[in-house]
């Protein structure tokens, strides 16, 4: 028996498994080759931040480019003092909310889908000390015993003698070199040890990958001795990854870019584990203006980086994947514009065609997006999802729409379902609102009048109205009795003579039905006038033009 062999049964006694066992119990996945298998993989240490929604939906959207793709949720839950409570629940429920549902993985709290889990970090402690022996066993892994205070040396004389590259290699690496007695005496006096990679990088050799969204990169290779098992003996992230994504059987991992300067280090343990490398593609961040510069998305001074925002506020979870969709393609919007009724699904996504650097988040966008997603749904689409959000965050709201679900439908579908449909919701928050003069509970008059229009010309044109208001009447004759009030008034029913003649006149027919709007609705920009006021009643329209003539006189 060698001296790794040696060394490695003194530090995994208990680990009988071989990586050829793993290989049995995790086989090649069977799909169609060229398949993709991506995975989404958050730590459960906080809220479901925008860039992790984006990624995942990014990772999601490439496994979809071949038929039998595979996208799997993975929770990296080693760091168990970062860990929140209900961390994981958030997760599944950020993702759920937004349609990014995953093929297997981790799908509840304490439960699970498919057979190559456990997909949990923190339930396969068995699977990294199996392969981190048979590193040792290859004399690529050996034990550090430098405290703290030692590292902190080793870091104080690298600053000391100007070293390019601070870490844990070369001459520093003090424990590189310790012969198995060296290392069998620490062992059993019980001295505390990590374990690290014993790197075969060379300081002269530089690597070469081809990201799929950044392109060609060239880097140096790594030469550092990192930890792969901490003193507890659980893995860093740099490990696990490496050992999860092959036996899981990742072929693209997608992730953010600040993990490109690790892209040596993984590759080089991915090759040491005799594991095949899968390929990269890393996103750029989600970045928003600040006081003329560009910063990334904070968890701490945006409110918006968290999905929990979005839902909160009403977005509808395909407003916000269509807006990250502008963000991903470029050529998205160009695709939309031409396919106004197709499923997003049907979008030929391309990660070569997204943006190697940052793209800015602009929330008056969504807001445009989510209009015109909203305005294309059907009234029962609107009503069921406003309910459902209201359900959950405003209760007076979802008591008005429980009350008459009919009556409430008939008012959302106005101006809904024509050929350029009314644009004026974007979230659900704003429903509320947008039918407020519709119910007494929620009316509150304003009778503020454009500037054109004096206070003694809108009582004669309620005055005037009152006496021919018919509710009864169709749109064309109701319309017809606007047009008939406006001369004796001093208004011209023709608004391309008013334009010629603007002099010639206290104003047009549109003035005329603004006050009108303005009594029955307190506002000056409604959807169709006529419907509002049959929906209204006749009774409550004479009640609220009588209402407004009090006030002006």
């Keep these: 028996m060698n001296d790794y062999e040696k060394l490695a049964n003194l530090l995994f006694p208990d680990t009988s498994e071989t990586p050829e066992d793993y290989e049995k119990i995790y086989p090649t996945r069977a799909i169609s080759e060229g398949a993709r298998v991506s995975r989404f993989a958050p730590s459960p240490t906080g809220f479901l931040h925008l860039g992790g929604l984006f990624a995942a939906m990014i990772s999601k959207l490439t496994t979809r480019t071949t038929d039998d793709g595979v996208f799997f949720l993975r929770i990296e839950d080693t760091d168990k003092k970062r860990e929140v409570e209900d961390g994981v629940t958030a997760i599944i429920k950020g993702l759920s909310d937004f349609g990014i549902d995953a093929d297997e993985g981790v799908n509840g709290l304490n439960s699970e889908s498919g057979a190559y889990g456990p997909y949990r970090q923190s339930k396969r402690k068995k699977i990294y000390h199996a392969i981190a022996k048979s590193l040792v066993l290859k004399g690529l892994a050996y034990p550090c015993f430098c405290t703290e205070e030692e590292l902190d040396d080793i870091r104080a004389e ?56 950044k392109g060609k990169i060239e880097m140096p290779e790594n030469i550092q001795d990192v930890v792969l098992l901490k003193t ?122 997204m943006s190697a650097s940052g793209a800015l988040f602009d929330l008056n966008k969504l807001n445009d997006v989510s209009k015109n997603v909203i305005s294309l749904m059907t009234a029962d689409e609107v009503y069921d999802k406003t309910l459902a959000w209201a359900g959950e965050n405003d209760e007076e709201l979802c008591a008005l729409l ?98 010629k003649s603007p002099d010639a006149f206290k104003g047009h027919v549109g003035d005329v039905s603004t006050v009108i709007r303005i009594a029955v609705t307190s506002r000056r920009n409604t959807p169709d006038l006529y419907s509002i006021m049959a929906i209204l009643g006749e009774d409550k329209v004479r009640a609220r033009l009588n209402d407004m003539l009090a006030q002006l006189a």
Excluded at 159 to 187: M, P, V
Excluded at 438 to 460: Q, V
Aim: one cysteine or more; charged letters at 30%; hydrophobic letters at 30%.
């Design 158 to 213: 690298q600053e000391k003698e100007g070293a390019d590259l601070k870490g844990y290699y070369g001459k520093w690496a003090k424990c590189r070199e310790l012969t198995f007695e060296q290392q069998q005496k620490n062992i059993e006096a019980g001295m505390p040890y990590t374990l690290r990679l014993r790197s075969p990088g060379n300081p002269e050799n530089r690597i070469k990958f081809d990201d799929l969204i």
């Design 232 to 353: 507890d003996g659980i893995p860093t992230y740099h490990f696990a990854h490496a050992v999860d994504d092959h036996f899981m059987r990742t072929t693209h991992v997608v992730r953010g870019d600040e993990w490109i300067s690790s892209v040596p280090l993984h590759i080089q343990l991915f090759k040491c584990c005799d594991f095949r490398v899968p390929k990269y593609a890393h996103i750029s961040p989600i970045m928003k203006e600040d006081n003329g510069g560009k910063r990334k998305l904070s968890k701490r001074k945006d409110p918006e980086a968290s999905v929990s925002f979005y839902s909160e506020s009403g977005y509808p979870k395909e407003s916000v994947i269509e807006y990250l969709l502008t963000i991903a393609n470029s050529n998205f919007e160009d695709w939309r514009r031409a396919n106004k009724t197709a499923p997003q699904s049907e979008f030929p996504f391309n990660l070569k065609k």
């Design 402 to 499: 429980r009350a008459d679900g009919e009556r409430a439908k008939t008012i959302l579908s106005i101006d809904r379902g024509t050929a350029k449909p009314r644009k004026d919701i974007a979230k659900w928050d704003e429903v509320k609102n947008y039918i407020s003069y519709f119910y007494d509970e929620l009316y509150t008059p304003d009778y503020t009048l454009p500037e054109n229009i004096s206070s003694a010309d809108a009582a004669a044109v309620l005055r005037a109205y009152l006496e021919v208001f018919d509710i009864n009447d169709d749109k064309d004759t109701w319309f017809g009795r606007i047009k008939e009030l406006c001369e004796p008034l001093g208004f011209t029913p023709n608004v391309k003579e008013y334009k």
